[in-house]
Each structure stands twice: as C-alpha cells, then as structure tokens.
C-alpha cells in the first residue's frame, strides 16, 4: 500500500469501539501490542504494531508500553458554572437548585470570577481524560464568551452555549427572549465553527422558559446551520407535575420540546429518568440522544435511570457527569456508576467493559453529531487520544499485571482508574494534559 513517509506512531495496548457493543456482541476491537499511527493531527491507522510498522517504515515511534490507549472520553451533560458547588450532598433537584446552583450561576456575572472558573472547568476536564464536551454554559453572555475562549486555548473540543431562561429562576439569571435571541445570535456568529468550537442553544428547561423564549430558540436553530441543542428532560418527578401545569396543552414533556422542533440528529436531553414509552419511541425516531448521569441521578435522588428501555427503543445513549449535581469529572467513574445502578435498578443491564467504552466514546460522539470526525480510532477520524497508566504499586497496576484479557483490563480502568491514572490526553494529535511529574 502507499504509505506516508512521516508520522508518529503511539505503541501501546488499545481499546476502542467502532460499532455499537449494545447490538454487536464483537464491537469492542482491542490489540495487546497495539499501534496508532498519527499523522496532521489524524488517524492514519489502528491495529497491530508490526503490521502498522511494517506499512510505515519511516514513522517515528513512541513506545508506550506500561500504559492503554483508549479514545478521548466525552461528556455530554456538565455545567461550567458549577464547578465550585460540588459536593452539595442532601438536597432533590429543586431545591438544590434554588438554594446551591442558582446563586453560584448568578456569580457568573462577574467576568473575572467566570473567566477563572472557566479555565479550572477546562483542566478539569483534560485531566480526566475529557478531549470533548457539551457544556451548559452561563446565563450571561460575556461569561459563555470566557469559556469558549478558555477552550480555544487549550484546545478542547467544546460545544456550548449561552444558557436562556425567563422565569422561575432568580430574576438576574433571566432574559428577555429579545435579548437571548440577539445575544445568542452573537456568540454563535463569533464561536459556532471556529476551530474546534461548536454552539449548542440551550434552553436551562421548560419549566424555565416561556413559550416566547422557546420560540426564540427555536428561530436560532432554524437560521442557523449544524448548531446543536441541549435541555434537560424528565429529571424528576416534581419538575415533570411542574411541566404539565405549565404546558396544558402539551401531551408529555417531550411534546413540549417537540413543538419548537427541537429533537433531531445533535440534539441531546440530560437525564430522562422517568420517560413514557411513547417518549422513548419519538425520541430514537428523531435521532436525539439522551445523556444518562448516574451520578447525578443518584446524588440528588432523582430515580434510577431506565437504560434497557432506552436501549431497547433505540434512543441513542450517552454519559454526563453533570458536575454540580453529580460527584466530579470523570467519564470512566460515571461509567462505572452507570454499571453500579443499573446491578440495582429495576430490569436494570448488566453491563460489559465494552458498553461502559461505548457509552464513554463512540455514544457520546453519536450523541453529538461528531460520530464522523471522534469516538474512536476509525482511520481519518481526528486523534482524540487519551493515554492511561496506572500508578507504580497501585491496586490498578497490580490487576492490570495479571489481567488474562483487555476487556479484563477495560474493567479495571472502569473501576480503578479516573484522573489518577491519566498520564497524556491529545486533542487532533497535540497533547492538551500530560501529568506532571509522571515517573512511571
Ligand atoms: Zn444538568
């Protein structure tokens, strides 16, 4: 075959998964002596080190044996602004609201002190592996603007947007719709497709937001192209009896989102606890994606989160950590809290090292609309890598030595691993974390 004479080959093992584990048992596809050859920021070929070495002679090689290669992880449920109230334990969704989240919201309004969260929100991130996220950002224009900024010079690949609401919440977190619109309007003009930058309209919830304001969400969407949409649904059941007083006319929650168009391929709703079957239909028959949050779901109380439902009505699945709701940043913990709750829920999935990478990557991908550019390390897909390595003498170091099998590895990565073992994180091929002091 023709072969580039440059480029920089990664040996390592690696794990990925190009094709949905949850409808093909062989979807996880793993190399033990494995080899990505990266070239111009892309993925130029993924398999065995002496069959990648032997296509490309003239690439350099970077011998990461002792660590796992795994496609950079994606969350697609977390608010930028809540980074300084995690750990507000005790509280169900509304009132942890109004008595945690809306007053750190209203802080945003001070750029210095948003601009400063921003830039902690996003090594967070990296640090756990994240290399892509869709963000709720702040009620406040200039606030959002920092954080799209923030991540331009890091490197991460976010997409977010400014966050609408005009009633019900506190009275300096809310707009006019006029304002959103036009405020909206700016943000995305000056962000959406810039780099690796993407916007998503962001309505905080129905129970937020008029139906003037959604109207006006719903005139960005349709003048815009490939913007993307992000809500929450059916979280609890408090704000579902809410929904229905608000919207009489509305069948079901969904049918409020539905109205102003907004399911669709890239439009993904967080939580969907408590979905009616016809929810769940209308939802995988539109392409949108549901970001389950395990964390969240248990941390505030909010129900146990019907995953074989979802997958069985083909609705396409994904992982968010929430953060202020939930318990911290990490995808692969979010992971295995999903496969804690669902050992517990009601008809819940068992599930395989494999789906919990699915949900982790290639899910979040598909969730987003990017399942051609990341997710995995499909040749030409960019190199979104993330680089593990357990810690000398840790109880991860010590299973991975004996571990007979990669998807027994993958287990362990689940359950052992989080920010402690993330040794490297790049973005297109160009490194956005690398561990300090890392002696392995
Ligand atoms: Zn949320």
């Not at 505030?300 to 069985?312: A, C, I, K, T």
């Amino acid at each position: 075959m023709s072969s580039p004479k440059r480029g920089e080959i990664l040996r390592a093992p690696l794990l990925h998964t190009p094709r949905n584990p949850f409808f093909d048992a062989r979807a996880l596809e793993a190399y033990w002596d494995g080899a990505l050859l990266i070239s111009d920021g892309k993925i130029e070929a993924c398999g065995e080190y002496s069959t990648v070495r032997a296509n490309y002679p003239a690439a350099s090689v970077t011998d990461l044996r002792g660590g796992f290669l795994l496609p950079g992880l994606i969350d697609t449920h977390i608010h930028f602004p809540q980074l300084r109230i995690l750990g507000g334990l005790g509280k169900e969704l509304l009132s942890w609201l109004e008595e945690l989240a809306l007053p750190e919201e209203a802080r945003m309004a001070e750029l210095s002190y948003a601009c400063e969260t921003a830039r902690r929100f996003l090594h967070a991130l990296a640090s756990h592996g994240t290399t892509a996220a869709l963000v709720f950002g702040a009620h406040f224009a200039p606030a959002t603007a920092a954080l799209f900024e923030a991540a331009e010079r890091l490197g991460l690949r976010i997409v977010s947007g400014m966050v609408l609401s005009d009633r019900l919440l506190r009275p300096e977190l809310h707009q006019t719709p006029d304002n959103a619109y036009r405020e909206s309007a700016a943000l995305i003009g000056r962000f959406h497709g810039r780099g690796r930058l993407l916007y998503a309209v962001t309505p905080r919830f129905a129970l937020s937001t008029s139906e003037t304001m959604l109207e006006a969400c719903e005139a960005l969407m349709r003048e815009h192209k490939g913007l993307r949409f992000q809500t929450h649904l059916n979280e609890s059941r408090a704000e579902i009896a809410e929904i229905a007083r608000l919207f009489p006319w509305a069948a079901d929650y969904l049918a409020v989102y539905e109205r102003f168009h907004f399911t669709g391929p890239g439009a993904v709703f967080a939580h969907n606890v408590h979905p009616s079957e016809s929810e769940l239909d209308r939802l995988a028959a539109s392409g949108a994606a549901v970001s389950h949050c395990p964390s969240s779901n248990a941390a505030l109380g909010s129900g146990f989160f019907p995953l074989r439902r979802h997958v069985e009505a083909g609705v396409k699945c994904s992982l968010g950590t929430d953060v202020g709701g939930g318990t911290g940043f990490g995808i692969l913990k979010e992971g295995l809290q999903a496969y804690l709750l669902q050992r517990l829920a009601p008809k819940g999935l068992a599930l395989s090292p494999a789906q919990l990478l699915y949900l982790a990557t290639r899910g979040g991908a598909e969730a987003l609309d990017l399942a051609n550019e990341v997710g995995d390390f499909t040749p030409g897909k960019a190199a979104d890598i993330l680089y593990l390595r357990p810690p000398k003498d840790s109880p991860l170091a010590a299973v991975v030595e004996r571990a007979d099998s990669l998807e027994r590895v993958l287990a362990a990565l689940f359950t052992l691993g989080d920010s402690i073992c993330v040794s490297e994180v790049r973005v297109e091929g160009t490194p956005v974390y690398c561990a300090e002091g890392d002696d392995n």
